[in-house]
């Protein structure tokens, strides 16, 4: 069977759907030796991709059987057998994405229609299938959870020297909370800086409130917006860009990892958290399985608990680090590989029977 893999997502550096293709697309390949794949020869992929590898430079050539591809939207005039869906935030937070309101409704579809049209679906989380069956009138059996793997460079444990120059410099001699963000209305700031209010007003001990700097290089106006109006506020500090060392200094010796987002995508920085033997403050419970503090994302008191709950218990705290140590067991590249290699195997076995009845 010959199969093409579409990865335009990935040569164009999206970030759930790079780290995804990287990892797992030369593991598929050496675990299907079976199989012939058609790559192009654009590829970002490792070009030491040989054996039963092909690559092409212009689209439909390699007469592929079928196309694995790495996102919906991107498809050479067919629907392929297998795609990826690692993230629907465009759908999820649709008011706040002008652009895509702008495309004519044809094109608006073409997503709906390219998920529907294919085999199979892979998806990296159960809350992602979850937000996919909600909105797109799709089989919920079409769609494979086949789980995530962890950062290509991991964030490690900081040393007690680190963790207190860090907490000086950082933390202006107090411990300090840290929240990732990419600058999207997912990252649920605007509720995290109301629950930091209510935190302060409940424990005494001044915890700081370090906010990540967004990709994008600004957070939204309804998060500055927020900062401004929040009782905290002095206590409160976006940081600037920093260099890839300090930011893994400062995750590393923070109180905490507040992680209240609403984005569909895979929530790395709990990984990271649990690498890092840091506790972390995230909302889907199927990924934390008691190695994080759960919260409701839309619930501004339940998060405030979480954040009160580690800093005033602190065995809580050691407990939810270990169970995290743990937890990251459950997180390899090799085993989604093979979840999705099953995938194809399935599709190619079906289209094989197909084409013998005909």
């Known amino acids: 069977m010959r199969i093409e893999i579409e990865t335009t997502a990935l040569d164009l550096k999206w970030p759930a759907e790079s780290l995804f293709g990287q990892c797992v697309i030369p593991l598929i390949i050496k675990s299907m030796k079976g199989h012939t794949f058609i790559l192009h020869g654009e ?6 991709l040989t054996g039963n590898v092909e690559y092409i430079y212009n689209p439909g050539d ?7 591809s790495l996102c919906p939207l991107y498809r050479y005039g067919r629907n392929p057998g297998v795609t990826s869906v690692l993230d629907i935030d465009f759908k999820k937070f649709f008011q706040k ?6 495309l004519p ?3 608006r579809e073409y997503y709906s229609e390219t998920l529907k ?3 199979s679906i892979v998806v990296s989380h159960s809350a992602l299938k979850e937000e996919i069956l909600k909105f797109y009138d799709i089989e919920s059996d079409k769609i494979k959870v086949v789980g995530y793997g962890p950062p290509e460079a991991p964030v490690y444990p900081a040393d007690e020297v680190t963790r207190r120059i860090t907490k000086e410099v950082y933390g202006k001699e107090n411990s300090f909370f840290f929240a990732p963000a990419i600058g999207h209305t997912s990252d649920n700031l605007e509720r995290l800086f109301a629950a930091y209010d209510r935190f302060r007003q409940r424990v005494p001990e001044p915890v700081r409130l370090l906010v990540a700097q967004p990709e994008t290089g600004k957070h939204l106006k309804a998060v ?3 900062h401004r109006q929040a009782k905290y506020r002095k206590d409160i500090e976006f940081l600037p860009r920093l260099s890839d060392h300090e930011y893994r200094k400062i995750f590393s010796s923070a109180r905490a990892i507040l992680y209240p987002s609403l984005s569909t995508r895979f929530p790395l920085p709990v990984l990271d958290a649990w690498t890092a033997e840091v506790p972390v403050v995230y909302t889907d419970n199927d990924i934390l399985r008691g190695a ?3 919260v409701q994302g839309e619930d ?3 998060i405030a608990e979480g954040m009160v709950s580690l800093v005033t218990t602190p065995f809580l705290a050691s407990g939810l680090v270990e169970n995290g140590k743990r937890r990251l067991q459950d997180f390899s590249w090799e085993a989604v590989a093979e979840k999705v290699a099953e995938v194809l195997r399935s599709v190619t076995d079906q289209s094989s029977s197909r084409s013998s009845e005909q």
Not at 43 to 48: H, I, T, V, Y
Request: proline residues 9%; contains cysteine; glycine residues 8%.
């Open 105 to 107: 409704p044809d094109s």
């Open 224 to 226: 500055r917006r927020a």
């Open 43 to 48: 590829s970002s992929l490792p070009k030491q």
């Open 62 to 68: 390699g007469e592929p059987d079928f196309c694995f």
């Open 300 to 302: 501004i008191n339940s």
């Open 117 to 119: 049209g294919t085999a």
């Open 97 to 102: 994405k002008r652009w895509w309101q702008r």
């Open 292 to 294: 994080g503090a759960l």
